[in-house]
């Protein structure tokens, strides 16, 4: 099996490619960040993952027009080399909001959808919810990314009440790895429940001892915060 990720540098896509070279031994070819680019490097591919997006900019329309442009490009990379793949989309919970950014997805999955009709191939798209581990970075991937730098540097930490759904990164790549139509689990809480969380490790943590862990979500989350011990920006 030949598969291409594009944002392979970005979180899920560093954690897609471990998965799919070092698990499921597929051959991946490495695009790059700059994956428009490289896309005549291909001359065969059986999947396309298709992971980069823009998140956010400080005009929030400039997202729907940034991501509408993304998308195009990519569509017509894939054309003007002639590369007919199958197409696994990362989608997100958002795409059902009337924000900027849930309509840039909603817009993306339809162009992805049309191309692989055009080109006869499969198309699969995974809606996340807001997912978290190792590799994110603080101040822009995840916000449990930000909470857990922050409480191991003595940061002040600002949260909030909203409530939030949450998935570990393995048990996303591990869904999507199958290359199957499949909903991503997650676990329901809110912002300040987790805050409380990490908070709660970090003072058992100092002392030397260890947390009692009453579900495999705070074992994820756990060793989220682990992983951010002398973490540098």
Same mark, same amino acid.
């Given at each position: 099996?030949?598969?291409?990720?594009?944002?392979?540098?970005?979180?899920?896509?560093?954690h897609l490619t471990l998965y799919f070279k070092n698990i499921l031994k597929y051959e991946v070819i490495e695009l790059g960040r700059d994956y428009l680019a490289? /896309?005549?490097?291909?001359?065969?591919?059986?999947?396309?993952?298709?992971?980069?997006?823009?998140?956010?900019?400080?005009?929030?329309?400039?997202?729907?027009? /940034?991501?509408?442009?993304?998308?195009?490009?990519?569509?017509?990379?894939?054309?003007?080399?002639?590369?007919?793949?199958?197409?696994?989309?990362?989608?997100?919970?958002?795409?059902?909001?009337?924000?900027?950014?849930?309509?840039?997805?909603?817009?993306?999955?339809?162009?992805?959808?049309?191309?692989?009709?055009?080109?006869?191939?499969?198309?699969?798209?995974?809606?996340?919810?807001?997912?978290?581990?190792?590799?994110?970075?603080?101040?822009?991937?995840?916000?449990?990314?930000?909470?857990?730098?922050? /409480? +191991?540097?003595?940061?002040?930490?600002?949260?909030?009440?909203?409530?939030?759904?949450?998935?570990?990164?393995?048990?996303?790549?591990?869904?999507?790895?199958?290359? +199957?139509?499949?909903?991503?689990?997650?676990?329901?809480?809110?912002?300040?429940?987790?805050?409380?969380?990490?908070?709660?490790?970090?003072?058992?943590?100092?002392?030397?001892?260890?947390?009692?862990?009453?579900?495999?979500?705070?074992?994820?989350?756990?060793?989220?915060?682990?992983?951010?011990?002398?973490?540098?920006?």
């Open positions: 099996m030949k598969i291409a990720i594009t944002g392979e540098k970005g979180f899920i896509g560093v490289n /896309l005549d490097k291909i001359n065969k591919l059986d999947w396309l993952i298709h992971t980069a997006f823009v998140h956010r900019n400080p005009k929030p329309e400039k997202v729907l027009e /940034l991501n509408k442009s993304l998308t195009k490009a990519t569509i017509d990379g894939l054309k003007s080399n002639n590369i007919k793949c199958n197409v696994a989309f990362l989608s997100s919970i958002h795409e059902e909001l009337d924000t900027f950014y849930g309509q840039s997805k909603r817009e993306a999955k339809i162009s992805f959808l049309n191309y692989c009709k055009t080109v006869n191939k499969e198309f699969i798209s995974f809606k996340l919810p807001n997912v978290f581990g190792t590799y994110a970075k603080p101040n822009r991937t995840s916000f449990i990314a930000s909470f857990c730098y922050n /409480l +191991q540097n003595d940061i002040l930490v600002n949260y909030n009440q909203n409530k939030i759904n949450l998935c570990c990164v393995e048990d996303v790549i591990s869904i999507i790895g199958k290359l +199957q139509k499949k909903e991503i689990p997650f676990v329901e809480s809110s912002v300040d429940k987790v805050y409380f969380l990490l908070k709660e490790f970090k003072e058992i943590t100092t002392t030397g001892g260890i947390p009692k862990l009453k579900s495999k979500f705070e074992l994820d989350l756990y060793n989220t915060y682990i992983s951010y011990t002398n973490y540098k920006l």
